[in-house]
């Protein structure tokens, strides 16, 4: 596909979760959503992953696409800017690599082991074995090993309870719900990281004209609260102006 040229100073951003938004139960872009975001990118906007995922899991599904991609990975842990578009819009020929959350996924491995004591039925991605990482995800092999390889948090897929949320938080770690699991980190959130991310454009001069948001979530919440035309896949999720959609197809371009 041929990749147009952006114009300069006037920008769109089109953030868009992954789990059940871009992709399907079974981990496959949805082909609506792959039209959708061709499109868009035809129209200008910048294409940018605000997921859960980690970079090694966002960079496959953008290699799908076949278009430049920035990526929020880890539920807003980091921002990674490819040095494609950061050579286009940064004048830096490098990679740029924004992180946002002190905490890193060793110490948080460190609280669960704690935990497991108190609690010996709780599953992560660090207590648990490949085949066990499938079973719970219904990832494929080659997808599980992507997915463990997490930098900024841990994904509780059994066992999170009230009594284990206290002692997370006792430690200045923090929950987040996603369409599946729960993800335990810093303080940082997809809001937080679209908002850093939009202000770093605003100071290399540039206007943005339209920001959509899409995801199904409530950790998608502070992204669709941050953007100016928010989008819900399903109904998981209620947001006051945000519009309900089932399929990338109604996203309006």
């Given at each position: 596909m ?6 300069l100073?006037e920008l769109?951003l089109?953030f868009?979760?992954l789990d059940?938004t871009?992709i399907?139960?079974?981990y496959?872009i ?6 959708r975001?061709?499109a868009?990118?035809?129209?200008k ?5 605000a ?11 953008a290699?799908q696409?076949?278009?430049p ?5 880890e539920?807003?842990s980091?921002?990674y800017i490819?040095?494609?578009?950061s ?5 830096d020929?490098?990679r740029?690599e924004i992180k ?8 948080i491995?460190s609280v669960?082991r704690?935990?497991?004591k108190d609690?010996p039925d709780i599953?992560y991605y660090?207590n648990s074995t ?8 219904g990832?494929?092999?080659?997808l ?6 997490r930098e900024?948090t841990e994904?509780?897929?059994?066992g999170?309870?009230s009594g284990?949320?206290?002692i997370?938080v006792a430690n200045?770690?923090y929950?987040?719900k ?5 993800t ?7 809001g937080k ?15 943005l004209?339209?920001i959509i948001?899409?995801?199904d979530?409530e950790?998608?919440?502070?992204l669709l609260?941050t953007?100016n035309e928010?989008?819900?896949i399903?109904?998981?999720i209620?947001?006051?102006d ?6 990338f ?5």
């Amino acid at each position: 596909m041929p990749k147009p040229s952006l114009y300069l100073k006037e920008l769109n951003l089109f953030f868009t979760d992954l789990d059940e938004t871009l992709i399907d139960k079974n981990y496959n872009i949805r082909d609506d959503a792959k039209e959708r975001i061709s499109a868009a990118f035809q129209k200008k906007f910048i294409i940018v992953f605000a997921s859960s995922k980690t970079l090694a899991e966002e960079i496959y599904y953008a290699k799908q696409l076949n278009i430049p991609v920035i990526y929020i990975v880890e539920n807003g842990s980091a921002i990674y800017i490819p040095a494609e578009l950061s050579r286009k819009f940064f004048q830096d020929k490098t990679r740029k690599e924004i992180k946002l959350s002190p905490i890193k996924k060793e110490f948080i491995v460190s609280v669960l082991r704690k935990i497991e004591k108190d609690y010996p039925d709780i599953k992560y991605y660090s207590n648990s074995t490949l085949e066990e990482i499938s079973l719970f995800t219904g990832l494929p092999t080659h997808l599980a090993e992507l997915a463990r390889k997490r930098e900024f948090t841990e994904t509780i897929f059994r066992g999170y309870a009230s009594g284990v949320e206290k002692i997370l938080v006792a430690n200045g770690l923090y929950a987040q719900k996603g369409s599946k699991f729960t993800t335990i980190g810093g303080n940082v959130d997809k809001g937080k990281a679209a908002r850093f991310l939009i202000k770093l454009f605003t100071r290399f001069n540039y206007s943005l004209k339209r920001i959509i948001g899409i995801g199904d979530g409530e950790n998608d919440i502070p992204l669709l609260k941050t953007v100016n035309e928010p989008y819900i896949i399903g109904n998981k999720i209620n947001l006051k102006d945000a519009k309900k959609v089932y399929s990338f197809s109604e996203i309006e371009l």
